[in-house]
């Protein structure tokens, strides 16, 4: 304990016998010592003690440690709560609305982006406090009969053997009651969710047995760390080396095959519309974390036509002035595992949590026909009404039809997303015809963009993304598949693929992932893919 800076906080304060003991054997003639409560920062302790009028039908009683802590150094983090509204909880829109409204008034006197985006977010907040409270109320799953129980047990004396044995039949009831309770809780829950045509999200986002924790990392040269400090360390030098971009824009040669890249501007761009913004707002789910300004969709939503109007004049004048505010270049990430060693980094997904999702779904939707328009039909990845069941089908419908030698090679690239050269991404949105005033927008959300990963309530040191695209953007997605398809276009097909009715059938696309089609193992030109694609990230 010693070496990891541990200390047995039961053995600092001074307790009678009857006050220490955590452990009796069953027939109550033994007792021992051996719960301990055990912590780096013995100075937060005030008290350690044995509490014994706690029963739970176990064997050990409880131990309690009372904390003293310094409000005035926590009073920053404290005041950080997310205000979560609950549609019941919200019992007067109209007045939410109206003190909204009224606290608007102010910003037609700003014109800064980034005093309008800090205005809005502190009167959101500001009001939302008001109005919806900081926390959930949970259902209650146990039956007042088995409270009640629960309640007898707490009050029961163990002061004979007749006593134990009524205790240990009271135990037995108490655990079937809980059983029966749950199993009856979930039943209902289920119920709801199917007679409301919802996933079971809904209801599985409660179970933390589905987490994985990231409590171990591998680290480079090939050693586990475990302490939190050493993982946060890892993780740094890890996404700051995976985003460092080492690749210069690449001049236009003269046998490029693709359009030239050029600034291109249409007719004035419209305003942002309100109704644009509340096809957007509709779009966003509840119930989901919020960025770093903390507000939360529900807010947003229920604020109604004030909302709309001051974000209409934030969302256009960043669109007209080709700025961002600040406060949307940082993100915090969460890291999901994907699949295998849970040590591993690179088997992890970063998440990000971003305060822009709003505006990038505007965006979204007045980019993506242009940008679908330019994708070769190889891609199904990202568009809709396709999935990898078409692409599945094609296979198999070649496979069947052709009676031709088939080879396939599936081609798999790691960490696309986050190794894209931004450089790259804006120079194919150049080439889809896109609007010079939208590419300085998105240049402006990546040339300050930086990351803070959590783990375990900690974060790292903030990160530079040089390279890579946000995975949790809603425009992520688009600009990905369109930079894939700039760079596809270098490639030259010319007597590769299988032939079907007079058409060559090289490859196959969703996302980043690729299957290679030719006639013999000879064709399968991986290495062309390999050059053209590196150089872009």
């Not at 996404?239 to 007719?267: C, G, K, M």
């Not at 080879?407 to 790691?414: G, T, W």
């Amino acid at each position: 304990m010693e070496k990891e800076g541990l200390f047995m906080m039961n053995s600092f304060f001074q307790k009678r016998p009857h006050r220490k003991w955590t452990w009796s054997s069953p027939d109550g003639s033994t007792k021992n010592e051996i719960d301990f409560i055990m912590t780096t920062r013995r100075q937060l302790f005030s008290d350690v003690s044995v509490i014994k009028r706690v029963k739970t039908g176990s064997d050990h009683r409880m131990v309690r440690g009372l904390l003293n802590l310094n409000v005035k150094f926590e009073r920053c983090r404290l005041m950080k709560s997310t205000p979560r509204p609950v549609r019941a909880l919200i019992q007067s829109p109209e007045t939410y609305q109206l003190e909204l409204q009224n606290r608007f008034q102010c910003l037609e006197d700003f014109n800064a982006v980034d005093d309008i985006n800090d205005k809005i977010v502190e009167t959101v907040h500001a009001v939302g406090v008001k109005f919806c409270k900081t926390r959930r109320r949970r259902t209650q799953k146990l039956t007042d009969h088995t409270l009640n129980l629960i309640a007898v047990r707490r009050e029961m004396k163990l002061q004979s053997s007749v006593h134990l044995i009524a205790y240990r039949q009271l135990n037995r009831q108490i655990s079937k009651c809980i059983r029966r309770d749950l199993r009856n809780f979930n039943t209902a829950r289920i119920e709801e969710a199917i007679k409301r045509n919802q996933s079971s999200k809904v209801f599985a986002s409660d179970l933390s047995t589905r987490k994985c924790q990231l409590s171990k990392l591998k680290t480079e040269c090939g050693s586990i760390v475990s302490e939190i400090p050493e993982i946060l360390s890892e993780i740094e030098r890890f996404y700051r080396q995976l985003h460092t971009s080492s690749l210069e824009p690449h001049a236009s040669v003269s046998d490029d095959p693709r359009t030239s890249v050029i600034r291109h501007y249409s007719d004035d761009i419209p305003d942002v519309s309100l109704s644009e913004i509340r096809i957007a707002l509709q779009h966003l789910q509840n119930s989901k974390s919020p960025g770093e300004d903390r507000i939360q969709a529900e807010l947003l939503k229920a604020g109604g036509k004030p909302v709309l109007k001051v974000l209409q004049k934030l969302f256009t004048s960043v669109l007209h002035g080709g700025t961002t505010p600040e406060a949307w270049s940082g993100s915090a990430m969460v890291l999901f595992f994907k699949k295998g060693a849970n040590a591993l980094l690179k088997n992890y997904r970063a998440i990000s949590f971003l305060s822009r999702v709003l505006f990038s779904r505007v965006i979204t939707n007045r980019l993506s026909c242009r940008l679908i328009d330019f994708q070769a039909s190889e891609q199904a990845g990202f568009q809709k009404g396709f999935s990898t069941i078409d692409h599945i089908h094609t296979l198999l419908q070649i496979e069947q039809k052709t009676n031709l030698p088939l080879y396939l090679a599936y081609v798999d690239y790691e960490k696309t997303f986050d190794s894209v050269e931004i450089w790259a991404v804006l120079q194919s949105l150049q080439r889809c015809q896109v609007d010079w005033r939208y590419i300085e927008v998105l240049k402006s959300l990546y040339s300050r963009a930086t990351m803070a990963i959590r783990v375990q309530n900690q974060s790292t040191k903030p990160i530079h993304l040089q390279r890579g695209v946000r995975q949790g953007d809603i425009t992520s997605p688009k600009l990905f598949t369109a930079a894939l398809e700039d760079v596809f276009k270098l490639l030259d097909w010319k007597g590769y693929g299988i032939n079907v009715i007079s058409e060559y059938i090289t490859h196959l696309r969703f996302a980043d992932d690729i299957v290679l089609m030719a006639e013999s193992l000879e064709d399968l030109a991986l290495c062309s893919i390999t050059s053209i694609v590196s150089p872009h990230g």
